[in-house]
Structure formats: C-alpha cells, structure tokens
C-alpha cells in the first residue's frame, strides 16, 4: 500500500489530526514486532479482552509519528493521528477498497478447518516464480489478519493467495464482503473451531459464504456434508472436489497406501503419477487440493510433477525432544480436537519406540457432548496400544473407564507433576497432547533432560534457524540435503537427524554405511547418500535402503555385483560423483559416455549428479571455484543426454549457498552452515550460535606468585592469583597445544586464561580475582569466545573442533 494520511482518512470515514502528506506504507498493530519506523502507522486495536491504546506511549517512543486509534491518547507534538470509530472496521474498509483497486489481480482464497496455511504456502511455492504472487504472511486469516494481508498487494502483483479463518457465527459474512476470491478452495472440514456453531452443517455452511462471487470452487468431496452443501449452493459454478472416494473430480486411483512413493490421481478422467514422500492422508488431501488449483490456472502436468518434486515441508507444530531416562518426548500443546489429535498419532508412528505414553488434557472449545467427545478420543486412543495414558482436567478424567491402557487422572499439570509417576517412565515415547491452558510445557520442562556438569547444548531452534537463513536464498523448488556425517559433525547423531526429519529434509548425508545404519535403526527413514562406500558395506548399504556414492568403475562394478548377488532386481538409486578440479574422488570427463553405457545396461537409478567445489569460502579462490562450475554443468549436460533423464544436480555446501546461490541447481548441501558458520560475513550476521560447550568449576585454589600449575610444572604464576580446576581436558576434546597461556574460556563474561598443561581430563584457569564461586559455568566456546575463535587457539577449523568432542561429552538437545 501506499496512501497518504489525508486519503486513509477520506476512503474510511475518518478523522485526521496532524499531516495529511504524511505517507503510510505498513500498517502494525503488535508493538513488539517494530523492526522499522519509516512509512510505518501503528493501529491501536481494541478488543473485549485488551486495548491497544496503552502501547502507543512505546510505539512513539519508538519513532512511530502516524497512529490510528479510536482515541487521541497523547498531546505529542509532530504525531498525525487518523481517529476512528471502530479499529477494526476500519482495517476492514480500507482493505477492501485496496484490493478493488487492482481489478487484474487473480485471486485464490483458502477457509477450511485444517490444512489452510500449508495449502497457501505449498501453492506459493509452486507459483511464485511463475508468476508475482503477494499471499498471507503466517496464518493471517482473522477479521484483523486477512485485512492486513490484502493491505499487501502492489501493482506488480499477479496472483493473490489469502487465507479466511473464522471462529464465530457472521464472520465470514463480513470477511466475504471484504474478499470473495476467484477460485475458492475448502480444505478439510473438522472440529476445531466448532464449538459456537449449533451443528456442523452451520459451520459448513458459514465457510462456504467465503466463495459467494467465486467463479472455480475446489473442496474436499470425501466429506458427504461438504459435497451435498457446495452442490446445492453453488451448482451454477465450476465445482472441484477431490479426495480418495471414486465420485471426487480429482481422486487417487492408487499408490497412497502402497510402499511406493508413487501416487496416481485421476483429474476428470485424466490420469497421471507423481511423487511424494510424505503419505499420511492429511498431507495427501492438501497435495490434491494443491494439485486442484495447479490444473485450473493452466499448469501442464509434466510442470505440475516437478512442482511437487519440489515442495518444501511448512513448519509443524509438534516437537520432539530427548528426555531424561531414555525417553523421546513429542510435544504437540499448541492445539487440541480431534483432527490434530490423529495428526499426531500418525505423526509418532515414524518412531520406533516400542513403549509408548500419552498425557492427554480436556478438548475445549468443541461442539459435541462430553460423552460422545470422549467416547471418539478414547477410540483414537485406544487403536494406538499406549502402555500408559495420563488424563488431565475436569472432564477427560471421568471417562477414565474407556481407556483400555493403564490410565491415571489428575486435575491439572501441578498435581501430576507433584505426584512423581513420571519420573518411573524408562525408554519410552511420550506424546503430550494438551489444551494451551493447562500448561503443558511445565511438564514437558519435567521430562527434557537436565543439564549435566560438563555438556555440549545444541539449539535445536538455532540449528533450524540457519538452515531457513540458508533457504530464504534458495527457490522454493530447491532440495537441501543435510550433511549428519562424522556424528552430525560432533552435534550428535540420530539426535539431528531425526530432528532434520521432522522437518522433512530431503536428504541426509553420512561418510560411512555404518553411520546410515544407526540412523536406520533408530527410525530415520529420510534418504540416506553414503558419500565413502567401502566395498565391504555394499550389503548393509542395501539392506538399509542406502544410497550408496558411485565415483569410480571400480566402485560402480562392485556395487552392482552386490546387487547381483543379493538378487535385488528393483531399480536401486546411486548418486554419481563428478570430478572437476578438487582431484580427490570422481569420474573424469572423458570417463563419461563410456559411464553412461555402463549405466543404461544396469537396473541403476541415478539419483543425483553431484561435485564438491574446493574453494567455496575462498573470495581470492572465486574464478577457480566459477570453472569448477563451468565443467560440472558441461559434464551434466553430457550425462542427461546419454541417460534420457535429468537426476537431481548439486555442487553447492554451505559456503557455496552464500557465495554461488546463482548456481544452486536442484539441490544444495548444508553442513557448518548448520551450526551458524559462515564465510560471507551479511548472512554470518543472520546466523546464530547452535552450539555452547560448557562446564563448571570444580575447584577454586589460591596461588602464591612463583609457584607452578599442572604436569611438569609448565607455568609459574607471576603474582598471588586464584587457579580454577575445571572438569573437561584432553580426553574430552580440548587440544593440550592451547594450554599455557594460549587458549581462554570465559568465566563470568570475562576471558580467563588457560594455564598450564591441559590434562587429560581437566584444565585449569587463571582467574584472578574475579567474583566466582565452585561450581559457577564455564564457557569452553559459545559466543565468547567464538567456535571461530577456539578454533584459532587450536590452530584448525571450526570442522575439526566440534568432531573432536568426545561422545563422554553429553549431548543436551534444547528447544525454547
């Protein structure tokens, strides 16, 4: 948008106090998301239970010179205030007049009870560079959102995807009066939400107002609801309905419920196969609807396959953590019904866990009658065979009875934390499924595991935030493999990868078989590339369905006589490693017709082509780096011809997204990038610290000048000082080369020396006088001083610091 306060003003009705000239680009409503001033207006919003008014005294503070508010709150001089009867109203009209000042704009509107948010992004991907397409930021989709969202729109935009939530009876009156999109899609209809209609067919029918000037209606017709109301209301438009059942325009044929990859769907008669690695039914409804809006704006299905090649997974809402006693903790409190309730249920059957614990809470906010709503919740509950089921509230508890598992009632998340059971719960699955107002993250607290005396935290909302800082420069059609070889470069194994899982990576890479096989074994079913197969791992390469790297005739012949061998006769996927300038592994470019012969005569798959490039992080290395390029895309070029297929191509590790993001092919490869590690300084900005070694101090002493510290009495002190024995040494990870001087820790935020010789399993500190007991933290690296900065002490990498860790060294896997 791009208004004066003048015409905001006259197109909504509303008073002006101040400077009509001034201009207003965004408009903000939360005081604690202020990241800029310039062109920015702040509306007060006034709700039942908070007033925005009481934050404008921050805002102004804070450089905001336009507000809008129902109230003139301060006499501040230089403020233009646009006053106004009611805030939301007044969002509401000004979006709409925004939007009906770009006529051309096609737009796409999505309501439904689940599935919304992932619809609107999935469909984003697939368009955004096809097409300028402004969509919801989040899940804005409320009475307050869905008008910020339209406020987005400029001239250059092309397609429109925007979200309508509602809660409450009349509001999608008022939202459809605001915005009625030319395609409309209804995603599932559940019961979240439901509680303040009088009958799922009001809700049904309170959505659909959405769609009143719609031309193309797309809705999931396996609701019989759903595809009765939308056929009588809207007949005289073009109706879409997808889903499994045979009388849906677009339908699944077969595939979804098959140990493929492979779905094939039948679009009014159409057929045609993609794939997917993801086939819970949830996510294959949302991946038909997206299919639906693809077909409708013009998309031939060869551009469709490639799209869906290419999605990339939306954030979910459950977390995963490992807990204390062996246990793996899924937390999913931040929504309760009985949809995500089977969400989450599928969502914990990816783990291997053969025990399995529920803490559940009462469902609030739904329409149906406790007993028929618990009657269904302990059906749900009872398919999954927990060992042990913990219920919590007032009204769950009194149908203890339906359970079938073990079960024990508690009124609230206090009294089952104070009653010490959970602490009897070993090597178990824990999924906490609560209601937000029964604080289920103080039992989650309970059950993560606690900090020991020395540990190595990883960040585990650190580590996505780099890979999505890394992403923000790919497109979305873009793979991203992430590389867990060498124990997750120290971080910690199947720990990360199953993290990295969760959040649907496309590919792990490991350096040896063995690693692929302890990441197989404890429930990892994401691709695996081994990048160093040796020759005696071929059969477990291919009894744990790995991918094996292929970068010789040698290893080619060998892995091929182990598929022989164990009669595998499926087409088994490798990736292909090109040599071009590093002078380590890989085939030549004159090596490869002849490969290419070779391959079309094996039942092989390339999965992937792929090269390393040797002097990404390198600036004054860039033009090498560029003709290493240069010769994998000749050589790639050579091997699509000969093979009639395209595989997957990628030359770019963490350094290379940064410096060579315009040759990120189809995929790229995130390492060090991971941990916050970045050789170009404006995206090292972006990054943040994954991982913090730290300990404490065991021992305070007091020394006198002259007198020595550690082996072989390699330091004197000068002066009386205090000597700190801290609990990690050699044996842990830390090189003996920085003791005496060279190396520091920081104690209390001050760097303190390393003195004497590092033992093996403690080091000792100089530090001073500084006011510090035994048993205060010690950081060995975090942010001061940096892993960058250890590294240095140590003479090496960042790489070589964190894969010496010792695995004594206990891993903490922390999630804010």
Same mark, same amino acid.
């Given at each position: 948008?791009?208004y004066t306060?003048?015409?905001?003003?006259?197109?909504t009705g509303s008073?002006l106090?101040?400077?009509?000239s001034a201009v207003?680009k965004y408009?903000s409503?939360?005081?604690?998301?202020l990241?800029?001033v310039?062109?920015r207006?702040f509306?007060?919003?006034?709700?039942?239970?908070n007033s925005g008014?009481?934050?404008?005294?921050?805002?102004?503070?804070?450089g905001i010179?336009?507000?809008?508010?129902?109230?003139k709150?301060?006499?501040?001089?230089?403020i233009?205030?646009?006053l106004?009867e009611?805030?939301?109203?007044?969002?509401?009209?000004l979006?709409k007049y925004?939007?009906?000042?770009?006529?051309?704009?096609k737009?796409?509107g999505?309501?439904?009870s689940n599935?919304?948010t992932?619809?609107?992004e999935w469909?984003?991907?697939?368009?955004?560079n096809?097409y300028?397409t402004?969509?919801?930021p989040?899940?804005f989709?409320?009475?307050i959102?869905?008008?910020?969202?339209l406020?987005q729109?400029?001239h250059?935009?092309e397609f429109?995807v925007f979200?309508?939530?509602i809660s409450?009876?009349g509001?999608m009156?008022v939202l459809s009066?605001?915005f009625?999109?030319?395609?409309?899609?209804?995603t599932?209809?559940?019961t %979240?939400?439901?509680a303040?209609? /009088?009958s799922?067919? !009001?809700? $049904?029918?309170?959505k +659909? @107002?959405?769609? #009143?000037?719609?031309?193309?209606i797309?809705?999931?017709?396996d609701?019989p609801?759903v595809?009765?109301?939308?056929?009588?209301k809207?007949?005289?438009r073009?109706?879409i309905?997808?889903?499994?059942?045979?009388?849906?325009?677009?339908?699944?044929?077969s595939g979804?419920?098959?140990?493929?990859?492979?779905i094939t769907?039948?679009?009014?008669?159409e057929?045609f196969t993609f794939?997917l690695?993801q086939?819970?039914e949830?996510?294959?409804q949302?991946?038909?609807?997206?299919v %639906?809006v693809?077909?409708e704006? /013009?998309?031939?299905? !060869?551009? $469709?396959i490639?799209k +869906? @090649?290419?999605? #990339?997974?939306?954030?979910?809402?459950?977390e995963?953590v490992h807990g204390?006693?062996?246990?793996?903790?899924?937390?999913?409190s931040?929504?309760?019904?009985?949809d995500s309730?089977k969400i989450a249920?599928?969502?914990?059957?990816?783990?291997k866990?053969?025990?399995?614990?529920?803490?559940l809470?009462?469902?609030?906010?739904v329409?149906?009658s406790?007993?028929t709503?618990y009657?269904?919740?302990a059906?749900?509950v009872n398919?999954q065979?927990?060992?042990r089921v913990y219920?919590?509230?007032?009204e769950?508890?009194?149908?203890?009875?339906l359970?079938e598992?073990?079960?024990?009632v508690?009124?609230?998340?206090?009294?089952?934390?104070e009653?010490q059971?959970l602490s009897?719960i070993?090597?178990?699955?824990i999924?906490?499924?609560?209601a937000?107002?029964?604080?289920i993250e103080?039992?989650?607290?309970l059950?993560?595991l606690?900090?020991?005396d020395?540990?190595?935290?990883?960040h585990l909302?650190?580590?996505?935030h780099?890979?999505?800082?890394?992403?923000?420069?790919?497109?979305p059609e873009?793979?991203?493999?992430?590389?867990?070889?060498a124990?997750?470069y120290g971080l910690?194994?199947y720990?990360?990868?199953?993290?990295?899982?969760?959040?649907h990576?496309?590919y792990l890479g490991?350096a040896?078989?063995?690693?692929?096989?302890?990441?197989?074994?404890?429930?990892?079913?994401?691709p695996?590339?081994v990048?160093?197969p040796e020759?005696?791992s071929y059969?477990?390469?291919?009894e744990?369905n790995?991918?094996?790297?292929?970068?010789?005739?040698?290893?080619?012949?060998l892995?091929?006589?182990a598929?022989?061998?164990l009669?595998?006769?499926k087409?088994?996927p490798?990736h292909i490693?090109?040599?071009?300038?590093m002078?380590r592994?890989?085939?030549?470019?004159?090596?490869?017709v002849?490969?290419?012969?070779?391959?079309?005569?094996m039942?092989l798959?390339?999965?992937?082509?792929f090269?390393?490039?040797?002097?990404?992080d390198?600036s004054?290395?860039?033009?090498?780096a560029?003709?290493?390029?240069e010769?994998?895309?000749r050589?790639t070029?050579?091997m699509i011809k000969?093979?009639?297929?395209?595989?997957?191509?990628?030359?770019?590790?963490?350094?290379?997204?940064t410096?060579?993001?315009e040759?990120q092919?189809?995929m790229?490869r995130?390492?060090i990038?991971?941990v916050?590690?970045?050789a170009?300084?404006?995206v090292?900005k972006?990054?943040?610290?994954?991982?913090v070694f730290?300990?404490v101090i065991?021992?305070i002493?007091?020394?006198?000048?002259?007198d020595?510290v550690?082996?072989?009495?390699?330091h004197?002190v000068?002066?009386?000082?205090r000597i700190a024995t801290?609990?990690?040494?050699y044996a842990?990870?830390?090189p003996r080369?920085?003791?005496?001087?060279?190396?520091?820790?920081?104690v209390?935020g001050?760097l303190?020396?390393?003195?004497?010789?590092?033992?093996m399993d403690m080091l000792?500190?100089?530090?001073?006088m500084?006011?510090v007991?035994?048993?205060s933290?010690?950081?060995?690296f975090?942010?001061?001083?940096?892993?960058?900065?250890?590294?240095?002490?140590?003479?090496?990498?960042p790489?070589?610091?964190?894969t010496s860790?010792?695995?004594?060294?206990?891993?903490?896997?922390?999630?804010?």
């Amino acid at each position: 948008m791009n208004y004066t306060a003048a015409q905001i003003a006259e197109i909504t009705g509303s008073a002006l106090v101040g400077d009509g000239s001034a201009v207003v680009k965004y408009i903000s409503f939360d005081s604690r998301n202020l990241f800029a001033v310039q062109d920015r207006a702040f509306i007060a919003i006034n709700t039942s239970q908070n007033s925005g008014e009481k934050y404008i005294p921050e805002v102004l503070e804070r450089g905001i010179r336009i507000i809008i508010s129902e109230n003139k709150a301060s006499d501040e001089e230089g403020i233009t205030w646009i006053l106004v009867e009611n805030s939301v109203r007044f969002l509401q009209k000004l979006a709409k007049y925004h939007l009906a000042s770009f006529p051309t704009l096609k737009t796409i509107g999505i309501t439904g009870s689940n599935g919304k948010t992932i619809v609107k992004e999935w469909l984003y991907q697939c368009i955004f560079n096809l097409y300028d397409t402004v969509k919801s930021p989040k899940s804005f989709n409320s009475q307050i959102g869905l008008p910020l969202s339209l406020l987005q729109i400029g001239h250059k935009n092309e397609f429109g995807v925007f979200e309508a939530g509602i809660s409450q009876p009349g509001e999608m009156s008022v939202l459809s009066d605001i915005f009625s999109p030319q395609i409309g899609i209804l995603t599932h209809i559940g019961t %979240a939400h439901s509680a303040n209609f /009088g009958s799922e067919e !009001e809700l $049904i029918s309170e959505k +659909l @107002k959405l769609f #009143k000037n719609s031309q193309i209606i797309i809705f999931n017709g396996d609701h019989p609801g759903v595809y009765d109301a939308v056929w009588q209301k809207y007949n005289d438009r073009k109706l879409i309905s997808y889903g499994f059942g045979a009388q849906n325009a677009l339908s699944v044929v077969s595939g979804w419920d098959q140990f493929t990859h492979e779905i094939t769907v039948s679009y009014f008669g159409e057929e045609f196969t993609f794939g997917l690695s993801q086939k819970d039914e949830a996510t294959l409804q949302n991946v038909l609807a997206l299919v %639906a809006v693809l077909k409708e704006i /013009g998309l031939p299905n !060869e551009e $469709i396959i490639r799209k +869906l @090649k290419g999605l #990339k997974a939306v954030e979910m809402r459950l977390e995963s953590v490992h807990g204390v006693r062996g246990n793996l903790v899924v937390n999913d409190s931040f929504n309760l019904d009985i949809d995500s309730l089977k969400i989450a249920f599928q969502f914990i059957k990816e783990y291997k866990k053969e025990k399995k614990v529920l803490i559940l809470t009462d469902i609030i906010d739904v329409r149906e009658s406790p007993e028929t709503l618990y009657q269904e919740v302990a059906a749900l509950v009872n398919e999954q065979r927990f060992d042990r089921v913990y219920l919590i509230g007032s009204e769950i508890t009194q149908y203890q009875a339906l359970f079938e598992a073990s079960s024990f009632v508690y009124r609230d998340a206090a009294e089952l934390t104070e009653s010490q059971t959970l602490s009897h719960i070993e090597d178990s699955l824990i999924l906490l499924k609560g209601a937000r107002k029964f604080a289920i993250e103080k039992i989650k607290n309970l059950l993560e595991l606690q900090k020991h005396d020395t540990v190595l935290e990883v960040h585990l909302n650190a580590l996505l935030h780099n890979i999505n800082v890394h992403k923000a420069l790919l497109k979305p059609e873009t793979k991203m493999m992430a590389m867990v070889k060498a124990y997750s470069y120290g971080l910690g194994g199947y720990e990360i990868a199953e993290f990295l899982q969760h959040r649907h990576i496309d590919y792990l890479g490991v350096a040896y078989a063995d690693e692929g096989m302890d990441l197989r074994k404890n429930g990892i079913t994401t691709p695996i590339i081994v990048m160093n197969p040796e020759q005696h791992s071929y059969n477990a390469i291919i009894e744990y369905n790995l991918e094996p790297e292929i970068y010789s005739f040698r290893v080619l012949d060998l892995f091929w006589n182990a598929l022989n061998e164990l009669g595998v006769d499926k087409q088994y996927p490798i990736h292909i490693k090109l040599e071009t300038g590093m002078h380590r592994l890989g085939f030549k470019s004159e090596e490869l017709v002849l490969l290419a012969e070779k391959l079309k005569s094996m039942n092989l798959k390339v999965a992937s082509i792929f090269s390393h490039l040797s002097t990404s992080d390198m600036s004054d290395e860039r033009e090498y780096a560029l003709s290493q390029i240069e010769t994998f895309s000749r050589n790639t070029e050579v091997m699509i011809k000969a093979l009639g297929y395209r595989p997957i191509l990628h030359i770019l590790n963490s350094a290379g997204i940064t410096s060579f993001t315009e040759y990120q092919f189809d995929m790229v490869r995130i390492g060090i990038g991971m941990v916050g590690i970045s050789a170009e300084p404006k995206v090292k900005k972006q990054l943040r610290n994954a991982v913090v070694f730290k300990t404490v101090i065991s021992q305070i002493s007091h020394v006198k000048a002259g007198d020595s510290v550690g082996y072989s009495r390699r330091h004197r002190v000068e002066k009386d000082t205090r000597i700190a024995t801290v609990p990690v040494g050699y044996a842990d990870g830390i090189p003996r080369m920085i003791g005496n001087g060279r190396g520091h820790v920081s104690v209390k935020g001050t760097l303190c020396p390393i003195v004497g010789n590092i033992c093996m399993d403690m080091l000792m500190v100089d530090i001073g006088m500084l006011e510090v007991q035994e048993g205060s933290e010690v950081i060995i690296f975090n942010s001061k001083p940096t892993l960058e900065q250890f590294a240095d002490y140590c003479a090496t990498i960042p790489y070589e610091v964190l894969t010496s860790i010792s695995r004594r060294v206990k891993r903490i896997y922390i999630k804010n």
